[in-house]
């Protein structure tokens, strides 16, 4: 890399994390090139609007506590960021329970032999952790030890094997440590009397930011301030290799080959191990290929009207709906459809599965678990749209952090590559965090300081819900 930073980068993934990078590197005047095999930008954050259809790949919310990432998206948006009141439920028991959960609506809604069994299922683990108890060494152990077997088996048990397609006793703690920020029962009780609102857990926000015209506006932005800075952003192009060249790197794609002195990642860290693997050593690689992604099919209905809930998202934990999770793009924006309604249904898979390779069946499902939720008549559906992305989310089985760690290790020691962002770090993180993420990665490349230095890796950060 040439004194003083590199003159030419290149970026792989023109999501949230590698639009950011971009967009700081063509700001400090570096010839910039972003490479995405998708047709559009945004990745998990980008919106689709096809044949009517005009959704996001799930619920996405934006909020953070870093004034500054608010700051650069409010004025990359020229402030146009509705401020909306969070409500997302759990559909169970054929009623519906807030999330985040509240002990009094838990009570109160909970039939009453399974609200008192819950009760003295948490009494009974909390004593013999007086004792001891289990040892915290996977998802099951954590939230049992802090929630009781009960509300395990009724909830979080179903909810996450269903999410994961494994058993929760193979998941690592980390995903009940940073994801369930209520860390016991006791401290759902201290929520529901003493709530701390934006001082609290950041599960427990309930207002949030949203573009107005879809979450996807945030990477088109970012995009079109690349494009305007100088840079280039090259669709539906896949990087096929990665080897040393004169003065830095060369980047073989399906469109050619493009010559860098520093690279920075956004896309799956396990592919950009396949891409560089000449300069891995066979360790690095053996992690790379233990790691894995799970995937999720979106169905998508459209409806002749809006549907009667307020709900942002519902969960789904029972086995009589395969899909885990709905939304409701109209309760983000109102004015996201000129006429009618959507539901947006998420069916976890891994890729290539059964699930994965549905269509048809999956909206038919859909259909009729819509109906059985009351959100709409079968009548009132006009069409479907499904959609998939093969790289949703890190799978944190145990073990995880030693294998990452081994590969991201590796990447580290490698002079002129920075990789960031969720699919880039193997980290379920939100997409403030990746705008954040893809700053630091382009500022390193720049010579000033280090992403693994200027971010906040504490294990609050992470918390969501």
């Excluded at 509300?151 to 269903?162: M, N, R």
């Excluded at 799956?268 to 891409?275: C, F, G, I, Q, S």
């Excluded at 382009?442 to 294990?459: H, M, N, P, V």
């Amino acid at each position: 890399m040439a004194p003083g930073g590199p003159g030419r980068v290149v970026v792989l993934g023109a999501g949230l994390a590698g639009l950011s990078a971009a967009d700081v590197l063509v700001s400090h005047g570096v010839r910039t090139v972003v490479v995405e095999k998708e047709a559009a930008p945004g990745g998990l954050a980008a919106t689709c609007r096809v044949g009517g259809f005009h959704f996001d790949f799930g619920p996405h919310r934006f909020h953070t506590r870093n004034p500054a990432v608010l700051a650069r998206v409010s004025a990359l948006l020229g402030g146009d960021l509705l401020q909306v009141e969070r409500l997302s439920r759990i559909r169970l028991l054929d009623r519906y329970f807030l999330y985040p959960l509240s002990l009094g609506d838990v009570l109160r809604r909970m039939p009453l032999r399974k609200g008192a069994a819950m009760m003295a299922s948490y009494m009974a683990r909390r004593g013999r952790r007086l004792f001891g108890g289990l040892p915290d060494d996977s998802f099951e152990t954590w939230v049992v030890n802090r929630f009781g077997r009960c509300l395990y088996d009724i909830y979080f048990g179903p909810y996450t094997a269903k999410l994961w397609g494994i058993p929760p006793s193979s998941l690592s703690p980390d995903w009940a440590s940073q994801r369930i920020t209520v860390p016991s029962l006791t401290g759902l009780v201290r929520e529901t009397l003493f709530p701390r609102g934006e001082k609290g857990a950041r599960s427990l926000v309930s207002t949030f930011h949203y573009p107005r015209g879809g979450i996807g506006r945030i990477s088109e932005a970012f995009a079109a301030r690349v494009r305007e800075g100088g840079g280039a952003l090259m669709t539906s192009v896949e990087p096929l290799s990665i080897s040393r060249g004169p003065g830095g790197f060369v980047v073989e794609t399906t469109a050619g080959a493009l010559e860098a002195d520093g690279l920075i990642s956004s896309i799956p860290v396990t592919r950009l191990a396949e891409l560089a693997a000449p300069m891995l050593d066979e360790r690095s690689r053996e992690a790379a290929a233990s790691l894995s992604y799970r995937s999720i099919v979106f169905v998508t209905l459209r409806l002749a009207k809006r549907p009667e809930p307020r709900d942002h998202w519902i969960y789904t934990p029972e086995d009589c709906y395969r899909f885990n999770r709905l939304s409701i793009p109209e309760n983000f924006d109102p004015s996201v459809s000129e006429s009618g309604g959507q539901v947006v249904f998420e069916f976890t898979c891994q890729e290539g599965d059964q699930i994965w390779n549905g269509g048809e069946a999956l909206a038919a499902e859909c259909v009729s678990g819509g109906e059985r939720l009351g959100l709409f008549r079968t009548g009132e559906v006009m069409g479907h749209a499904v959609t998939r992305q093969a790289h949703a989310y890190p799978i944190y089985d145990r073990g995880y952090e030693v294998r990452s760690g081994i590969l991201l290790e590796a990447f580290d020691a490698l002079p002129g590559i920075v990789t960031c962002g969720r699919q880039g770090l193997f980290r379920y993180n939100n997409m403030d965090h990746s705008i954040e993420m893809g700053e630091y990665a382009a500022l390193e490349l720049l010579g000033i300081g280090t992403l693994r230095e200027r971010f906040d890796w504490t294990r609050s950060t992470w918390a969501d819900g």
